[in-house]
């Protein structure tokens, strides 16, 4: 005899495991050169007859739309706002010197009275990132149906590792990163050997 509680026990784990699809891997912006030290750590690169290396620091730009979205999976469907609709955002990937821009895009609706005071103003801080304050410029947020230009610096001798984006709009902070904005940002750890070389090329 054939148990059915079982097999819908089954069919709910079954269903359960394959959720996860409904959030993809995050789509990458990567740098030249962390393109460049990827590479570097294929087993080639392993070989004692490896050549040296130069690496040579780059620039890299990044569009961010923030935009109302829809989240859907088989547990739960909202509104939320997002970064041209990526469930999670996309993963940004730089060097230490790198020049990293990021315009934002706010195609977010404004208050009917006031955009100043809209719930719907948005603005970009690297989290554990060491950048000066006023990387960050004036003004501080980025009205509906504004754009703007982030410019930041990356220092050479910058820690390597893994840090993370989002909005930092005060008072608002919360309810943005609670509605999936934010994203990964990863400083590559340099696999240079003695012979290698980090090049820090004048970026314009």
Request: aromatic letters at 8%; proline letters at 7%; glycine letters at 4%.
């Amino acid at each position: 005899m054939i148990d059915s509680s079982n097999q819908e026990k089954r069919a709910t784990e079954v269903n359960l495991s394959l959720d996860h699809i409904s959030l993809q891997l995050p789509f990458e912006r990567a740098s030249p050169c962390s393109i460049a030290v990827r590479e570097l750590t294929k087993a080639s690169y392993t070989s004692t007859n490896a050549n040296s290396y130069t690496v040579k620091t780059s620039k890299l730009h990044v569009d961010l739309v923030v935009e109302q979205s829809t989240f859907k999976n088989s547990f739960v469907q909202f509104e939320t706002r997002s970064y041209g609709g990526s469930f999670p955002s996309p993963t940004i990937r730089v060097c230490p010197g790198d020049l990293l821009t990021i315009q934002i895009y706010n195609m977010l609706s404004a208050h009917a009275d006031d955009p100043a005071t809209s719930v719907n103003r948005t603005n970009i801080y690297l989290h554990g990132m060491d950048i000066p304050p006023e990387q960050y410029s004036a003004p501080s947020s980025v009205e509906p149906g504004n754009m703007k230009i982030y410019v930041f610096d990356i220092p050479v001798n910058h820690p390597r590792g893994t840090f993370w984006y989002h909005p930092h709009v005060h008072g608002l902070t919360n309810s943005q990163i609670s509605g999936m904005m934010g994203g990964a940002l990863i400083v590559e750890d340099l696999p240079l050997k003695k012979t290698d070389t980090l090049e820090e090329e004048a970026i314009e």
